[in-house]
Protein backbone atom coordinates (compact mmCIF):
# COMPACT_ATOMS: atom_id res chain seq x y z
CA UNK A 1 0.00 0.00 0.00
CA UNK A 2 1.20 3.21 -0.79
CA UNK A 3 0.70 6.54 1.70
CA UNK A 4 -0.81 8.32 -1.13
CA UNK A 5 -3.63 8.06 -3.18
CA UNK A 6 -2.44 8.84 -6.62
CA UNK A 7 1.08 6.84 -8.46
CA UNK A 8 2.49 7.34 -11.41
CA UNK A 9 3.23 3.63 -11.55
CA UNK A 10 -0.38 2.53 -11.81
CA UNK A 11 -0.46 3.85 -14.85
CA UNK A 12 1.02 1.24 -16.87
CA UNK A 13 -1.04 -1.38 -13.93
CA UNK A 14 -4.00 -0.56 -15.70
CA UNK A 15 -4.62 -3.81 -17.11
CA UNK A 16 -4.55 -5.43 -13.63
CA UNK A 17 -8.05 -3.91 -13.48
CA UNK A 18 -9.28 -7.35 -15.35
CA UNK A 19 -8.13 -9.67 -12.60
CA UNK A 20 -10.61 -10.20 -11.00
CA UNK A 21 -13.51 -9.22 -13.81
CA UNK A 22 -11.42 -10.63 -17.03
CA UNK A 23 -14.28 -10.88 -19.88
CA UNK A 24 -15.81 -7.06 -18.61
CA UNK A 25 -11.96 -6.01 -18.65
CA UNK A 26 -12.11 -7.42 -22.18
CA UNK A 27 -14.94 -5.67 -23.62
CA UNK A 28 -14.17 -2.14 -22.02
CA UNK A 29 -10.67 -2.26 -23.17
CA UNK A 30 -12.23 -3.18 -26.93
CA UNK A 31 -14.53 -0.67 -26.67
CA UNK A 32 -11.71 1.66 -25.26
CA UNK A 33 -9.73 1.07 -28.34
CA UNK A 34 -11.84 1.35 -31.33
CA UNK A 35 -13.31 4.55 -29.81
CA UNK A 36 -9.83 6.11 -30.11
CA UNK A 37 -9.57 4.99 -33.81
CA UNK A 38 -9.66 6.90 -36.86
CA UNK A 39 -13.42 7.97 -37.27
CA UNK A 40 -15.77 11.04 -38.51
CA UNK A 41 -12.89 13.11 -36.16
CA UNK A 42 -9.96 11.73 -36.76
CA UNK A 43 -7.56 10.22 -33.70
CA UNK A 44 -5.52 13.55 -33.11
CA UNK A 45 -9.06 15.14 -32.62
CA UNK A 46 -10.34 12.06 -30.17
CA UNK A 47 -7.14 12.86 -28.49
CA UNK A 48 -7.87 16.65 -27.92
CA UNK A 49 -10.92 15.76 -26.07
CA UNK A 50 -10.00 13.19 -24.02
CA UNK A 51 -6.91 15.82 -22.94
CA UNK A 52 -9.99 18.02 -21.86
CA UNK A 53 -12.25 15.66 -20.30
CA UNK A 54 -8.98 14.10 -18.20
CA UNK A 55 -8.82 17.62 -17.14
CA UNK A 56 -12.75 17.99 -16.06
CA UNK A 57 -13.09 14.78 -14.70
CA UNK A 58 -9.39 15.89 -12.94
CA UNK A 59 -7.58 12.55 -13.48
CA UNK A 60 -3.98 12.84 -13.03
CA UNK A 61 -3.48 9.52 -14.90
CA UNK A 62 -5.66 10.83 -17.84
CA UNK A 63 -3.85 14.12 -17.98
CA UNK A 64 0.07 12.00 -18.23
CA UNK A 65 -1.37 10.25 -20.63
CA UNK A 66 -3.18 12.26 -22.66
CA UNK A 67 -0.63 15.14 -23.19
CA UNK A 68 1.49 12.23 -24.78
CA UNK A 69 -0.64 10.95 -27.17
CA UNK A 70 -1.65 14.50 -28.05
CA UNK A 71 1.99 15.37 -28.86
CA UNK A 72 2.21 11.98 -30.79
CA UNK A 73 -0.94 12.72 -32.82
CA UNK A 74 1.02 16.42 -34.18
CA UNK A 75 -1.16 18.71 -31.02
CA UNK A 76 1.41 21.61 -29.96
CA UNK A 77 1.60 22.93 -26.87
CA UNK A 78 -1.29 26.12 -28.07
CA UNK A 79 -3.64 23.59 -29.49
CA UNK A 80 -3.70 21.59 -25.99
CA UNK A 81 -3.89 24.62 -24.10
CA UNK A 82 -7.18 25.92 -25.95
CA UNK A 83 -8.51 22.34 -25.25
CA UNK A 84 -7.85 22.52 -21.59
CA UNK A 85 -9.40 25.94 -21.87
CA UNK A 86 -12.61 24.53 -23.35
CA UNK A 87 -13.03 22.44 -20.76
CA UNK A 88 -12.43 24.99 -17.90
CA UNK A 89 -14.75 27.20 -20.02
CA UNK A 90 -17.49 24.06 -19.97
CA UNK A 91 -16.63 23.55 -16.01
CA UNK A 92 -16.97 27.29 -15.78
CA UNK A 93 -19.93 28.09 -17.48
CA UNK A 94 -21.60 24.63 -15.58
CA UNK A 95 -21.10 26.41 -12.41
CA UNK A 96 -22.94 29.86 -13.28
CA UNK A 97 -25.74 28.41 -15.40
CA UNK A 98 -26.34 26.85 -12.20
CA UNK A 99 -27.04 30.18 -10.87
CA UNK A 100 -30.21 30.21 -12.70
CA UNK A 101 -31.22 27.54 -10.31
CA UNK A 102 -30.03 29.64 -7.48
CA UNK A 103 -32.13 32.52 -9.05
CA UNK A 104 -35.43 31.08 -9.50
CA UNK A 105 -35.15 29.22 -6.07
CA UNK A 106 -34.72 32.25 -4.18
CA UNK A 107 -36.94 34.29 -5.79
CA UNK A 108 -39.40 31.86 -5.13
CA UNK A 109 -39.01 31.92 -1.27
CA UNK A 110 -38.31 35.79 -0.86
CA UNK A 111 -41.01 38.22 -0.65
CA UNK B 1 8.79 28.96 -22.63
CA UNK B 2 11.23 30.47 -25.19
CA UNK B 3 13.51 28.07 -27.56
CA UNK B 4 16.67 28.24 -25.51
CA UNK B 5 19.51 28.42 -27.43
CA UNK B 6 22.39 25.57 -27.60
CA UNK B 7 25.68 25.08 -29.01
CA UNK B 8 27.67 21.90 -30.00
CA UNK B 9 28.45 19.18 -27.44
CA UNK B 10 32.09 19.85 -28.76
CA UNK B 11 31.96 23.35 -28.29
CA UNK B 12 31.04 23.16 -24.67
CA UNK B 13 33.94 20.77 -23.75
CA UNK B 14 31.47 18.61 -22.30
CA UNK B 15 32.33 14.82 -21.36
CA UNK B 16 28.90 14.06 -23.74
CA UNK B 17 30.57 15.01 -26.98
CA UNK B 18 32.72 11.94 -27.22
CA UNK B 19 30.96 8.69 -28.43
CA UNK B 20 32.41 6.53 -25.63
CA UNK B 21 30.93 8.32 -23.33
CA UNK B 22 27.25 8.25 -24.99
CA UNK B 23 27.89 4.34 -25.26
CA UNK B 24 28.88 4.24 -21.52
CA UNK B 25 25.71 6.51 -20.58
CA UNK B 26 23.27 4.24 -22.52
CA UNK B 27 25.19 0.84 -21.20
CA UNK B 28 24.63 1.41 -17.84
CA UNK B 29 20.73 1.61 -18.38
CA UNK B 30 18.52 -1.06 -16.64
CA UNK B 31 16.42 -1.80 -19.34
CA UNK B 32 14.07 -4.69 -19.49
CA UNK B 33 15.80 -6.66 -22.11
CA UNK B 34 18.84 -6.49 -24.60
CA UNK B 35 18.55 -5.75 -28.11
CA UNK B 36 20.25 -9.59 -28.84
CA UNK B 37 17.78 -10.97 -27.16
CA UNK B 38 14.55 -9.24 -29.05
CA UNK B 39 16.44 -9.48 -31.86
CA UNK B 40 16.92 -13.39 -31.45
CA UNK B 41 13.10 -13.76 -30.56
CA UNK B 42 12.12 -12.12 -33.99
CA UNK B 43 14.61 -14.90 -35.63
CA UNK B 44 17.15 -12.41 -36.90
CA UNK B 45 19.97 -12.73 -34.30
CA UNK B 46 22.61 -11.95 -35.87
CA UNK B 47 21.28 -9.25 -37.84
CA UNK B 48 22.88 -9.03 -40.98
CA UNK B 49 23.45 -6.81 -44.39
CA UNK B 50 21.12 -7.95 -47.13
CA UNK B 51 21.82 -5.83 -50.92
CA UNK B 52 22.51 -2.74 -50.31
CA UNK B 53 20.59 -0.19 -52.12
CA UNK B 54 21.89 3.09 -50.74
CA UNK B 55 25.35 4.58 -50.53
CA UNK B 56 24.81 7.40 -47.59
CA UNK B 57 27.20 10.10 -47.77
CA UNK B 58 27.81 12.52 -44.53
CA UNK B 59 29.77 14.81 -46.19
CA UNK B 60 30.56 16.67 -42.70
CA UNK B 61 29.56 18.40 -38.76
CA UNK B 62 29.24 21.61 -40.62
CA UNK B 63 25.53 22.89 -40.17
CA UNK B 64 24.45 26.68 -40.00
CA UNK B 65 21.70 26.10 -37.06
CA UNK B 66 22.24 24.21 -34.11
CA UNK B 67 19.43 22.04 -33.40
CA UNK B 68 18.70 20.74 -29.81
CA UNK B 69 17.53 17.24 -31.03
CA UNK B 70 20.60 16.93 -33.40
CA UNK B 71 22.61 13.48 -33.86
CA UNK B 72 25.62 14.68 -35.37
CA UNK B 73 26.22 17.03 -32.83
CA UNK B 74 26.44 19.58 -35.73
CA UNK B 75 26.92 23.24 -35.93
CA UNK B 76 29.10 26.40 -36.86
CA UNK B 77 32.04 25.43 -35.17
CA UNK B 78 32.30 22.36 -36.34
CA UNK B 79 34.96 21.88 -39.08
CA UNK B 80 34.89 18.13 -39.75
CA UNK B 81 33.74 18.51 -43.52
CA UNK B 82 34.50 15.84 -46.60
CA UNK B 83 37.32 16.46 -49.03
CA UNK B 84 37.50 16.82 -52.56
CA UNK B 85 39.46 13.38 -52.72
CA UNK B 86 37.45 10.88 -50.45
CA UNK B 87 34.17 12.12 -52.35
CA UNK B 88 36.40 10.75 -55.58
CA UNK B 89 36.90 7.88 -53.37
CA UNK B 90 32.96 7.77 -53.24
CA UNK B 91 32.46 7.88 -56.38
CA UNK B 92 35.14 5.05 -57.73
CA UNK B 93 33.74 2.99 -55.11
CA UNK B 94 29.58 3.83 -56.64
CA UNK B 95 31.26 3.66 -60.31
CA UNK B 96 32.12 0.43 -59.52
CA UNK B 97 28.72 -0.76 -58.04
CA UNK B 98 24.90 -0.18 -59.55
CA UNK B 99 23.64 0.66 -56.18
CA UNK B 100 20.78 3.18 -57.39
CA UNK B 101 20.63 5.56 -54.18
CA UNK B 102 22.94 8.35 -53.65
CA UNK B 103 21.98 9.84 -50.09
CA UNK B 104 24.02 13.07 -49.32
CA UNK B 105 23.30 14.72 -45.67
CA UNK B 106 25.66 16.34 -43.02
CA UNK B 107 25.37 18.79 -41.12
CA UNK B 108 24.11 21.22 -43.58
CA UNK B 109 25.60 19.20 -46.47
CA UNK B 110 24.75 21.97 -49.39
CA UNK B 111 27.91 24.04 -47.23
CA UNK B 112 30.66 21.61 -48.28
CA UNK B 113 32.31 23.54 -50.59
CA UNK B 114 32.60 20.22 -52.91
CA UNK B 115 28.35 19.27 -52.74
CA UNK B 116 27.61 20.32 -55.69
CA UNK B 117 30.18 18.80 -57.61
CA UNK B 118 29.09 15.87 -55.98
CA UNK B 119 25.80 16.62 -56.61
CA UNK B 120 26.67 16.48 -60.51
CA UNK B 121 28.94 13.81 -60.85
CA UNK B 122 26.65 11.34 -58.77
CA UNK B 123 24.30 11.97 -61.51
CA UNK B 124 26.15 11.62 -64.35
CA UNK B 125 26.70 8.17 -62.80
CA UNK B 126 22.79 7.88 -63.59
CA UNK B 127 22.29 7.97 -59.77
CA UNK B 128 19.60 9.22 -57.95
CA UNK B 129 20.08 11.86 -55.51
CA UNK B 130 18.82 12.69 -52.11
CA UNK B 131 19.69 16.03 -50.56
CA UNK B 132 19.09 16.22 -46.68
CA UNK B 133 18.60 19.82 -46.25
CA UNK B 134 17.92 21.96 -43.39
CA UNK B 135 15.55 24.58 -45.53
CA UNK B 136 17.10 27.35 -43.69
CA UNK B 137 20.67 26.76 -45.42
CA UNK B 138 18.70 27.63 -48.73
CA UNK B 139 18.24 31.51 -47.54
CA UNK B 140 22.00 31.98 -47.09
CA UNK B 141 23.91 34.29 -49.47
CA UNK B 142 25.62 31.91 -51.12
CA UNK B 143 22.89 29.36 -51.38
CA UNK B 144 20.59 31.42 -53.26
CA UNK B 145 20.69 29.98 -56.41
CA UNK B 146 20.51 26.38 -55.07
CA UNK B 147 16.93 25.30 -55.66
CA UNK B 148 17.39 26.07 -59.58
CA UNK B 149 20.78 23.50 -58.83
CA UNK B 150 18.50 20.81 -57.51
CA UNK B 151 15.95 20.90 -59.84
CA UNK B 152 18.08 21.11 -62.36
CA UNK B 153 19.80 17.55 -61.40
CA UNK B 154 16.60 16.31 -60.38
CA UNK B 155 17.41 15.93 -56.79
CA UNK B 156 15.10 14.89 -54.22
CA UNK B 157 14.76 17.13 -51.47
CA UNK B 158 14.38 15.74 -47.84
CA UNK B 159 14.08 18.76 -46.09
CA UNK B 160 13.71 18.84 -42.05
CA UNK B 161 10.64 20.67 -40.68
CA UNK B 162 9.76 19.51 -36.82
CA UNK B 163 6.19 20.66 -37.19
CA UNK B 164 4.06 22.70 -38.69
CA UNK B 165 3.27 25.28 -37.17
CA UNK B 166 5.49 28.10 -35.35
CA UNK B 167 5.88 27.08 -31.65
CA UNK B 168 7.32 23.43 -32.19
CA UNK B 169 9.64 24.35 -34.73
CA UNK B 170 11.48 27.06 -33.14
CA UNK B 171 11.61 24.81 -29.54
CA UNK B 172 13.49 22.30 -31.39
CA UNK B 173 15.51 24.56 -34.11
CA UNK B 174 15.91 27.77 -32.34
CA UNK B 175 14.23 31.13 -32.76
CA UNK B 176 13.14 32.50 -36.25
CA UNK B 177 13.78 28.94 -37.47
CA UNK B 178 10.22 28.66 -38.89
CA UNK B 179 9.87 31.51 -40.59
CA UNK B 180 12.85 30.85 -42.81
CA UNK B 181 12.05 27.38 -43.08
CA UNK B 182 8.58 28.60 -44.73
CA UNK B 183 10.00 31.09 -47.18
CA UNK B 184 12.56 28.02 -48.43
CA UNK B 185 9.97 25.86 -48.57
CA UNK B 186 7.89 27.84 -50.60
CA UNK B 187 11.30 28.96 -52.79
CA UNK B 188 11.45 25.00 -53.32
CA UNK B 189 7.54 25.32 -54.67
CA UNK B 190 8.33 28.02 -56.81
CA UNK B 191 11.04 26.12 -59.01
CA UNK B 192 8.38 23.02 -59.18
CA UNK B 193 9.04 21.09 -56.05
CA UNK B 194 6.30 19.13 -54.73
CA UNK B 195 3.47 20.34 -57.05
CA UNK B 196 3.13 16.36 -57.78
CA UNK B 197 3.61 16.39 -61.55
CA UNK B 198 6.77 17.87 -62.31
CA UNK B 199 9.42 14.98 -60.58
CA UNK B 200 10.69 16.93 -58.21
CA UNK B 201 10.15 15.19 -54.91
CA UNK B 202 9.87 17.15 -51.98
CA UNK B 203 9.74 15.19 -48.50
CA UNK B 204 9.34 16.78 -45.13
CA UNK B 205 10.85 15.12 -42.24
CA UNK B 206 9.86 15.49 -38.71
CA UNK B 207 11.06 13.95 -35.45
CA UNK B 208 8.93 14.52 -32.68
CA UNK B 209 9.52 17.59 -30.18
CA UNK B 210 10.31 16.18 -27.19
CA UNK B 211 10.61 12.78 -25.29
CA UNK B 212 7.61 10.54 -27.41
CA UNK B 213 7.82 8.53 -30.15
CA UNK B 214 6.15 9.54 -33.47
CA UNK B 215 2.48 9.45 -34.54
CA UNK B 216 1.46 7.45 -37.12
CA UNK B 217 2.85 8.48 -40.19
CA UNK B 218 0.06 8.45 -42.54
CA UNK B 219 -2.80 10.52 -40.49
CA UNK B 220 0.31 13.07 -39.48
CA UNK B 221 1.08 13.47 -43.35
CA UNK B 222 -2.67 14.26 -44.45
CA UNK B 223 -3.09 16.75 -41.26
CA UNK B 224 0.47 18.57 -42.61
CA UNK B 225 -0.59 18.93 -46.34
CA UNK B 226 -4.12 20.64 -44.88
CA UNK B 227 -2.23 22.55 -42.90
CA UNK B 228 0.27 23.91 -44.39
CA UNK B 229 -1.51 24.65 -47.43
CA UNK B 230 -3.81 27.06 -45.17
CA UNK B 231 -0.85 28.37 -43.05
CA UNK B 232 1.83 28.98 -45.90
CA UNK B 233 0.57 27.86 -49.18
CA UNK B 234 2.97 25.28 -49.22
CA UNK B 235 3.00 21.75 -51.05
CA UNK B 236 5.07 19.04 -50.15
CA UNK B 237 4.75 15.05 -51.64
CA UNK B 238 5.45 13.31 -48.35
CA UNK B 239 6.08 13.42 -44.42
CA UNK B 240 8.56 10.94 -43.16
CA UNK B 241 8.44 10.27 -39.21
CA UNK B 242 11.78 9.70 -37.72
CA UNK B 243 12.55 8.63 -34.50
CA UNK B 244 14.57 10.40 -31.79
CA UNK B 245 18.05 8.42 -31.43
CA UNK B 246 18.66 8.83 -27.49
CA UNK B 247 22.47 9.50 -28.53
CA UNK B 248 24.32 12.99 -28.38
CA UNK B 249 22.31 16.38 -27.83
CA UNK B 250 19.25 14.69 -28.04
CA UNK B 251 20.89 12.36 -24.89
CA UNK B 252 22.12 15.52 -23.46
CA UNK B 253 18.28 16.91 -23.47
CA UNK B 254 17.19 13.88 -22.01
CA UNK B 255 19.44 13.47 -19.12
CA UNK B 256 18.85 16.98 -18.53
CA UNK B 257 15.20 16.63 -18.65
CA UNK B 258 14.78 13.56 -16.60
CA UNK B 259 13.55 11.62 -19.31
CA UNK B 260 16.33 9.03 -20.05
CA UNK B 261 14.61 6.20 -18.46
CA UNK B 262 11.10 6.29 -19.41
CA UNK B 263 11.77 6.97 -23.04
CA UNK B 264 14.84 4.63 -23.87
CA UNK B 265 12.31 2.11 -21.06
CA UNK B 266 9.21 2.86 -24.29
CA UNK B 267 11.59 2.41 -26.82
CA UNK B 268 12.51 -1.21 -25.41
CA UNK B 269 8.80 -1.74 -24.72
CA UNK B 270 7.65 -1.03 -28.22
CA UNK B 271 10.02 -3.06 -29.87
CA UNK B 272 8.11 -4.62 -33.13
CA UNK B 273 10.05 -7.69 -34.83
CA UNK B 274 8.64 -6.39 -38.16
CA UNK B 275 10.15 -2.74 -37.70
CA UNK B 276 13.39 -5.32 -36.80
CA UNK B 277 13.29 -6.87 -40.02
CA UNK B 278 13.12 -3.32 -42.04
CA UNK B 279 15.75 -1.74 -40.24
CA UNK B 280 18.19 0.33 -43.15
CA UNK B 281 20.97 -0.59 -42.45
CA UNK B 282 20.85 -3.93 -44.03
CA UNK B 283 20.30 -1.82 -47.29
CA UNK B 284 22.08 1.16 -46.62
CA UNK B 285 26.36 1.42 -46.71
CA UNK B 286 27.33 5.15 -44.32
CA UNK B 287 30.19 6.99 -45.44
CA UNK B 288 31.95 9.20 -42.73
CA UNK B 289 33.39 12.66 -43.72
CA UNK B 290 36.82 10.61 -43.53
CA UNK B 291 35.79 8.02 -45.80
CA UNK B 292 35.20 5.23 -42.80
CA UNK B 293 32.32 3.09 -43.75
CA UNK B 294 29.52 2.43 -41.13
CA UNK B 295 26.13 0.48 -40.95
CA UNK B 296 24.09 3.96 -40.41
CA UNK B 297 24.59 7.56 -39.44
CA UNK B 298 23.86 6.62 -35.83
CA UNK B 299 26.74 4.11 -35.75
CA UNK B 300 28.61 6.92 -37.36
CA UNK B 301 28.73 9.21 -34.81
CA UNK B 302 28.95 6.58 -31.98
CA UNK B 303 32.09 5.68 -33.67
CA UNK B 304 31.03 2.39 -34.72
CA UNK B 305 32.47 1.40 -37.70
CA UNK B 306 31.54 -1.79 -39.73
CA UNK B 307 32.13 -5.15 -38.62
CA UNK B 308 35.54 -6.32 -39.27
CA UNK B 309 34.76 -9.16 -41.56
CA UNK B 310 34.15 -5.94 -44.02
CA UNK B 311 36.29 -3.39 -45.57
CA UNK B 312 36.09 -0.11 -43.26
CA UNK B 313 37.72 2.77 -45.75
CA UNK B 314 35.87 3.87 -48.85
CA UNK B 315 39.06 3.41 -50.64
CA UNK B 316 38.69 -0.43 -50.13
CA UNK B 317 34.98 -1.10 -50.79
CA UNK B 318 34.15 -3.85 -51.63
CA UNK B 319 30.35 -4.30 -52.27
CA UNK B 320 29.76 -8.36 -51.91
CA UNK B 321 31.82 -7.87 -48.80
CA UNK B 322 29.56 -5.31 -47.08
CA UNK B 323 26.71 -7.28 -48.42
CA UNK B 324 27.80 -10.58 -46.55
CA UNK B 325 28.77 -8.13 -43.25
CA UNK B 326 26.81 -8.23 -39.85
CA UNK B 327 25.91 -5.45 -38.66
CA UNK B 328 27.19 -3.65 -35.05
CA UNK B 329 24.32 -3.16 -33.07
CA UNK B 330 23.62 -2.00 -29.50
CA UNK B 331 21.24 -0.22 -27.41
CA UNK B 332 20.40 2.97 -29.64
CA UNK B 333 19.42 0.30 -32.14
CA UNK B 334 15.73 -0.15 -29.80
CA UNK B 335 15.45 3.48 -31.81
CA UNK B 336 14.94 1.58 -35.23
CA UNK B 337 13.22 -0.93 -34.01
CA UNK B 338 10.25 0.49 -32.18
CA UNK B 339 6.72 1.05 -32.80
CA UNK B 340 6.23 1.50 -36.73
CA UNK B 341 9.91 1.71 -37.08
CA UNK B 342 12.16 4.16 -37.83
CA UNK B 343 14.83 5.23 -40.74
CA UNK B 344 15.70 7.96 -43.18
CA UNK B 345 12.71 6.92 -45.24
CA UNK B 346 10.34 7.39 -42.55
CA UNK B 347 8.03 4.33 -41.10
CA UNK B 348 9.53 1.14 -41.98
CA UNK B 349 6.05 -1.00 -41.36
Known amino acids: ?111 | MSAPATKSLLSRSLPLAQAHQQRAILRALSLARELDAALAGAGLWPLTAARIDTMQINVGKLCNQTCRHCHVDAGPDRTEVMSRETMELCLDALSRTSIPNVDITGGAPELNPHFRWLVAECRRLGRHVMDRCNLTVLLSPSQQDLPELLAEHRVEVIASLPHYARLSTDRQRGEGVYERSIRALRRLNEVGYGDGTSGLRLVLVTNPVGAFLPGDQAALEREWRRELAARAGVRFDALYCITNMPISRYLEWLIDSGNLEEYTGELVRSFNPVAAAGVMCRSTISIGWDGTLYDCDFNQMLELPVSASAPRHVRDFDLAALERRTIEVDRHCFGCTAGAGSSCGGRTT
Open chain 1, 1 to 111: MSDHYYDPHDLARFAEIGENQPELAKKFFEWYGAVFQDGALSAREKALIALAVSHAVQCPYCIDSYSKDCLRKGADLDQMTEAVHVAAAIKGGATLVHGIQMRNRAEKLSM
